[in-house]
């Protein structure tokens, strides 16, 4: 019984068949602004807390940009932030960090029995993955990008009352709004670092033991 | 040797063209700490292509453990699976993902429809993972819908339909790939008893209308009445097996004797 077993193969169409399995980008998209839309309040909280992080660190790194647009006879080798300020800046987006990776752990814990739905209709941990790292990074995006932009009007607004609006020239501005992009970038970057552990956990989700999970 | 070889896979040949599923000696073993609980204890069972079987036995006894060894849910300790020739326990954790979307559908007793996405969504949803163009897997959601009795429901979410037209939308949803087999877990036990039966009419039509083999836990006894063959299962292993006419005058002594018979049974 055992070798007539052995002589039977498996099915040649499904070796090598995973290649051909698709989800596309768009239903990955939907599920992970399902996922935000579904925790709106918890999400906001998140995104307020890295909007607040990327404000400050957009502020400082704009601060910074904007201080270099000045006549070095008028700053007189006086620095916009010290070194000391930087060290509050990793602790803010060690912060934002931390409740990024909270949030979407949670996530994922709440959706175990989801993520086991989906794989017992044929989703691989690949796609579920893909769910979790958008819902992450979209999250990081929009921080970033509204955080930035506060943070370059915070700074050009304190410029302007602190030092003169002379120097705050048309090339200094352009200059500054790069923050924003650099803050979205870090955003992005610290957002999609968080989601690692969420994500190792939700792949690893066995469909059996999902479907006995309870809420 | 080498002409055994062949000849015994002919013969298997033949025997998995009439068998949806086979499994042979599977195992399935739990340890929690240095207890060793034995879920499935070596189960042997052939289910035949386009069979109605189900499968009884109180709780505990392995029923659910099998429903997930049989589906690629888990994997067995020891012994074999075969899904439509397919030997489950050889298969890595991306040719699972493929089997269960195009060779299984899956019917649970919590409906596990995906809450945000509409009856059509969740119909579709399958057959997004099988790589069907958008506007055939609409097509075929629709088509589905409309046997399950739901083709004016299609865009409404779970939340917005009642129990039983929730298994109704799981149940197109498992048709959805034309898979070997439907597995189903407790369909019934959520719902109440003329919704329950509506259900287990539904499958049986689907079962007969689609030619799909279709494996059902249940306690149900309306379930047992409807099915081909009746597998009991006790301490992880296969029980009794009961074709369907001896189950129906089984049914009817019930109704006659009913002390003794449920004596004899436990």
Same mark, same amino acid.
């Given at each position: 019984? %055992?070798?007539?077993?052995?002589?039977?193969?498996?099915?040649?169409?499904?070796?090598?068949?995973?290649? $051909?399995?698709?989800?596309?980008?768009?239903?990955?998209?939907?599920?992970?602004?399902?996922?935000? /839309?579904?925790?709106?309040? /918890?999400?906001?909280?998140?995104?307020?807390?890295?909007?607040?992080?990327?404000?400050?660190?957009?502020?400082?790194?704009?601060?910074?940009?904007?201080?270099?647009?000045?006549?070095?006879?008028?700053?007189?080798?006086?620095?916009?932030?010290?070194?000391? /300020?930087?060290?509050?800046?990793?602790?803010?987006?060690?912060?934002?960090?931390?409740?990024?990776?909270?949030?979407?752990?949670?996530?994922?814990?709440?959706?175990?029995?989801?993520?086991?739905?989906? %794989?017992?209709?044929?989703? %691989?941990?690949?796609?579920?993955?893909?769910?979790?790292?958008?819902?992450?990074?979209?999250?990081?995006?929009?921080?970033?990008?509204?955080?930035?932009?506060?943070?370059?009007?915070?700074?050009? =607004?304190?410029?302007?009352?602190?030092? $003169?609006?002379?120097?705050?020239?048309? &090339?200094?501005?352009?200059?500054?709004?790069?923050?924003?992009?650099?803050?979205?970038?870090?955003?992005?970057?610290?957002?999609?670092?968080? $989601?690692?552990?969420?994500?190792?956990? =939700?792949? %690893?989700?066995?469909?059996?033991? &999902?479907? /006995?999970?309870?809420? | 040797?080498?002409?055994?070889?062949?000849?015994?896979?002919?013969?298997?040949? @033949?025997?998995?063209?009439?068998?949806?599923?086979?499994?042979?000696? *599977?195992? +399935?073993?739990?340890?929690?700490?240095?207890?060793?609980?034995?879920?499935?204890?070596?189960?042997?069972?052939?289910?035949? !292509?386009?069979?109605?079987?189900?499968?009884?036995?109180?709780?505990?006894? @392995?029923?659910?453990?099998?429903?997930?060894?049989?589906?690629?849910?888990?994997?067995?300790?020891?012994?074999?699976?075969?899904?439509?020739?397919?030997?489950?326990?050889?298969?890595?954790?991306?040719?699972? #993902?493929?089997?269960?979307?195009?060779?299984?559908?899956?019917?649970?007793?919590?409906?596990?429809?995906?809450?945000?996405?509409?009856?059509?969504?969740?119909?579709?949803?399958?057959?997004?993972?099988?790589?069907?163009? !958008?506007?055939?897997?609409?097509?075929?959601?629709?088509?589905?819908? !409309?046997?399950?009795?739901? @083709?004016?429901?299609?865009?409404?979410?779970?939340?917005?339909?009642?129990?039983?037209?929730?298994?109704?939308?799981?149940? *197109?949803?498992?048709? #959805?790939?034309?898979?070997?087999?439907?597995?189903?877990?407790?369909?019934?036990?959520?719902?109440?008893?003329?919704?329950?039966?509506?259900?287990?009419?539904?499958?049986?039509?689907?079962? !007969?209308?689609?030619?799909?083999?279709?494996?059902?836990?249940?306690?149900?006894?309306?379930?047992?009445?409807?099915?081909?063959?009746?597998?009991?299962?006790?301490? @992880?292993?296969?029980?009794?097996?009961?074709? +369907?006419?001896?189950?129906?005058?089984?049914?009817?002594?019930? +109704?006659?004797?009913?002390?003794?018979? #449920?004596?004899?049974?436990?």
């Amino acid at each position: 019984m %055992k070798n007539q077993a052995e002589t039977r193969l498996v099915d040649p169409l499904v070796h090598g068949a995973y290649t $051909s399995s698709q989800f596309p980008v768009s239903a990955a998209l939907l599920f992970a602004l399902q996922g935000i /839309r579904l925790r709106l309040g /918890r999400m906001a909280l998140v995104f307020l807390g890295i909007s607040l992080a990327m404000a400050f660190t957009g502020a400082l790194l704009t601060t910074d940009v904007l201080y270099r647009h000045i006549p070095p006879e008028v700053t007189a080798g006086q620095q916009s932030a010290g070194a000391f /300020r930087w060290m509050w800046v990793a602790v803010a987006l060690l912060i934002s960090a931390s409740g990024t990776l909270n949030a979407i752990l949670m996530s994922v814990t709440e959706r175990i029995k989801e993520i086991g739905t989906l %794989k017992c209709l044929g989703a %691989k941990s690949i796609h579920i993955v893909e769910i979790f790292v958008f819902e992450s990074v979209l999250l990081g995006l929009l921080g970033g990008l509204v955080g930035g932009l506060l943070g370059y009007l915070f700074a050009a =607004a304190s410029f302007v009352m602190n030092i $003169s609006s002379r120097y705050l020239t048309a &090339a200094a501005m352009l200059d500054g709004a790069q923050v924003i992009l650099i803050c979205v970038g870090i955003s992005m970057t610290l957002a999609l670092l968080a $989601s690692v552990i969420p994500v190792l956990v =939700a792949a %690893k989700i066995e469909p059996a033991s &999902a479907m /006995r999970y309870e809420v | 040797m080498a002409s055994q070889f062949t000849m015994q896979s002919s013969e298997n040949d @033949g025997l998995l063209d009439e068998q949806a599923v086979i499994v042979e000696g *599977a195992k +399935k073993y739990y340890y929690m700490g240095s207890e060793c609980v034995k879920a499935l204890d070596g189960i042997d069972l052939q289910i035949e !292509k386009g069979e109605y079987v189900s499968i009884m036995g109180p709780s505990g006894s @392995g029923k659910t453990t099998l429903f997930n060894v049989v589906g690629g849910l888990t994997q067995p300790t020891d012994g074999q699976v075969f899904i439509d020739k397919t030997d489950i326990s050889k298969l890595d954790a991306n040719e699972l #993902a493929w089997l269960r979307c195009r060779k299984i559908g899956y019917i649970f007793q919590t409906f596990n429809l995906i809450p945000i996405m509409t009856a059509l969504q969740n119909v579709t949803l399958p057959m997004i993972f099988a790589g069907i163009a !958008k506007a055939e897997r609409e097509d075929r959601a629709y088509e589905l819908l !409309k046997m399950v009795g739901l @083709g004016a429901r299609a865009n409404h979410k779970p939340t917005e339909l009642s129990g039983g037209q929730q298994q109704r939308v799981a149940i *197109a949803r498992s048709f #959805a790939n034309d898979p070997a087999i439907v597995l189903a877990d407790e369909p019934t036990g959520n719902l109440d008893l003329k919704t329950g039966l509506e259900i287990i009419n539904l499958m049986i039509e689907m079962n !007969k209308q689609k030619h799909v083999t279709i494996m059902c836990n249940t306690h149900d006894l309306k379930i047992i009445n409807a099915s081909d063959r009746i597998i009991w299962i006790r301490d @992880g292993q296969v029980d009794r097996i009961e074709t +369907k006419d001896q189950v129906q005058i089984e049914v009817g002594s019930l +109704k006659d004797s009913t002390g003794r018979d #449920a004596a004899e049974r436990h």
